[in-house]
């Protein structure tokens, strides 16, 4: 079981850009796909991002943000990071990352056995 903690979420001007983390312990990151989701209020929880293959070389991106955002992994295999650039008011949610037990990925949350707590991006002038 892996325990994840995203961390950098804040309130961003529209245009901005945030870098988002998922630190991973309990397990190395090689055998699992981590995926971003993000849950605004009153909507579904939807998938963003998601890095997978046994060495992070295969990523997938939702339509509404490719182009703007791009997922990476460290060397270690032990952080996850969400590069989000030219921010829109429409990104504002609670983004987690998630775990999947195995590195294929896939944008359906019920497919993720571990998540983390959360981390707020707000985007407003």
């Known amino acids: 079981q892996l325990q994840l903690v995203e961390s950098g979420g804040d309130l961003v001007q529209p245009g901005g850009s945030l870098r988002l983390s998922c630190a991973a312990s309990g397990s190395t990151l090689a055998y699992h796909a981590i995926g971003w989701f993000r849950q605004a209020p009153g909507k579904e929880r939807e998938g963003v991002s998601c890095?997978?293959?046994?060495?992070?070389?295969?990523?997938h991106y939702a339509d509404s943000v490719k182009g703007r955002f791009t997922i990476s992994r460290d060397n270690a295999k032990t952080t996850v990071y969400l590069q989000m650039n030219s921010l829109k008011p429409e990104d504002t949610a609670v983004y987690y990352c998630?775990?999947?037990?195995?590195?294929?990925?896939?944008?359906?949350?019920?497919?993720?056995?571990?998540w983390g707590q959360g981390t707020q991006v707000t985007v407003s002038s």
């Open positions: 890095i997978g293959g046994s060495s992070g070389s295969f990523t």
């Open positions: 998630a775990a999947k037990r195995s590195y294929y990925c896939s944008d359906q949350p019920e497919y993720y056995a571990d």
